[in-house]
């Protein structure tokens, strides 16, 4: 499954992109846009991304696409890696 969601993915309790330009602009005051504002930023509520992908218990995927067509190839570690390193252990 692939999904592409739009740049800004805002709701209740974000803390990213569109949360710290909301916290500049009440900090300053102001707010600000490139050129004379005619540009397009394409944004969905969180919730309505959410009901748009379709989560399953079993679902078989490859990255042998991806690393063919785009020359990708993961670096991090992987999620049992993670999991043996303790990564999502209470002190997080």
């Known amino acids: 499954m692939s999904v592409r969601f739009a740049p800004t993915v805002h709701g209740v ?13 009440r900090e300053k005051g102001v707010s600000a846009y490139p050129g004379d504002g ?10 309505d991304a959410a009901r748009a992908v379709a989560l399953g218990l079993d679902l078989a995927a490859s990255s042998e696409a991806t690393r063919r067509l785009l020359g990708w190839a993961p670096t991090g570690p992987t999620l049992l890696e993670d999991l043996d390193a303790g990564a999502y252990g209470s002190s997080r």
């Open 38 to 47: 005619t540009n397009r930023w394409p944004a969905v509520h969180r919730s």
């Open 13 to 25: 309790g974000d803390r990213g992109f569109v949360a710290a330009l909301v916290a500049v602009a």
